[in-house]
């Protein structure tokens, strides 16, 4: 939310455009504390608190043992935080975007391009991961939508063993209501 005196609009625009996130703030660190470049993105609070105010990480003094942080889970919807979200889980010390996009020196043009080269994730596996997850909280339909958006944006190698792996889970719903071709129904259901 942003608040301005009217007639100060543009002013006000213009703070909020160079306002730091908590990440922007992270690079800052990094580039300024040669201490900070040792820590994850998700170590960081457990170092340092972030002034809200001042939008900069400062130091802690003390109880850095005690402290709970969240990094928030992404959708696979959104492809480029998600593969930043998985970067900023593995790669420390980054000063910029391009930092966590750069992979042996190597400047990748995009997250998911940097997250295959540094190895952090075999495709399959993550979405295998991702499923397995999902079929422990999931109802049926939400996991076929989600099985769709793995297909689509994921990309995994292998569609066929997955809906195999999977389908109990998928259709689990229809065979309830006793639906004749269950696999078909849920294979032609559109989201």
Not at 80 to 105: I, P, Q, S
Not at 127 to 152: D, G, H, N
Not at 170 to 189: C, G, R, S, T
Request: hydrophobic share 40%; net charge negative.
């Amino acid at each position: 939310m942003v608040y301005f005196r009217a007639g100060n609009e543009e002013q006000a625009a213009q703070r909020e455009l160079t306002r730091d996130t908590t990440l922007t703030a992270w690079f800052k660190l990094n580039q300024s504390d040669e201490n900070a470049v040792h820590f994850l993105y998700t170590d960081i609070p457990s170092h340092y608190v972030y002034e809200k105010k001042e939008t900069k990480w400062k130091p802690r003094q003390k109880g850095g043992d005690k402290i709970i942080s969240r990094l928030y889970t992404v959708s696979i919807i959104d492809n480029k935080r998600f593969y930043l979200r998985l970067l900023l889980l593995h790669v420390a010390g980054a000063k910029c975007f391009e930092d966590l996009r750069t992979v042996n020196g190597v400047l990748y043009e995009t997250f998911k391009d940097a997250v295959i080269a540094k190895n952090l994730v075999e495709v399959d596996d993550l979405w295998a991961k991702t499923l397995e997850e999902a079929t422990e909280s999931k109802m049926p339909e939400q996991l076929r939508e989600l099985f769709a958006y793995v297909c689509i944006y994921g990309t995994p190698t292998d569609v066929l063993t997955f809906w195999n792996k999977y389908k109990d889970h998928m259709i689990e719903d229809f065979v309830h209501n006793n639906v004749v071709n269950p696999e078909n129904m849920a294979l032609n259901k559109k989201f």
